[in-house]
Nanobody, 128 residues
Framework: QVQLVESGGGLVQPGCSLRLSCAAS????????MGWFRQAPGKEREFVAC????????YYSDSVKDRFTISKDNAKNTAYLQMTNLKPEDTAVYYC?????????????????????WGQGTRVTISS
């Protein structure tokens, strides 16, 4: 079975950047898309970004659009989330996940209910 492992989180000041990685290992990688979600303390898991694994289509939540960039390396079965101009409200545990659904940013692509494999998460803290 495929396992996902996130890395790259940490504590940074507002305005700084971080790059998260999500590496898939084991099993047969066959996801249609990969997504990043985040969960802040006391809040529900929130969609951040997703990317089609076959093509290059991407989709972002309004809260991170123009600041975050999702990308992938098919050969390495790894997804990335480049985060710039980080804000305190970006503080959360960030999770990557794989899904067999892709509707170009529609309900299936942005709902955590349709992602069936999750990493353990990496903590991102934005504070001065």
């Amino acid at each position: 079975q495929v396992q996902l492992v996130e890395s790259g989180g940490g504590l940074v000041q507002p305005g700084c950047s971080l790059r998260l990685s999500c590496a898939a290992s084991g099993g047969t990688f066959s996801y249609i898309a990969m997504g990043w979600f985040r969960q802040a303390p006391g809040k529900e898991r929130e969609f951040v970004a997703c990317i089609s694994w076959i093509g290059h289509s991407t989709y972002y939540s309004d809260s991170v659009k123009d600041r975050f960039t999702i990308s992938k390396d098919n050969a390495k079965n790894t997804a990335y989330l480049q985060m710039t101009n980080l804000k305190p409200e970006d503080t959360a545990v960030y999770y990557c996940a794989g899904t067999d659904y892709w509707d170009n940013g529609g309900y299936y692509s942005t709902s955590h209910h349709y992602y069936d494999t999750w990493g353990q998460g990496t903590r991102v803290t934005i504070s001065s």
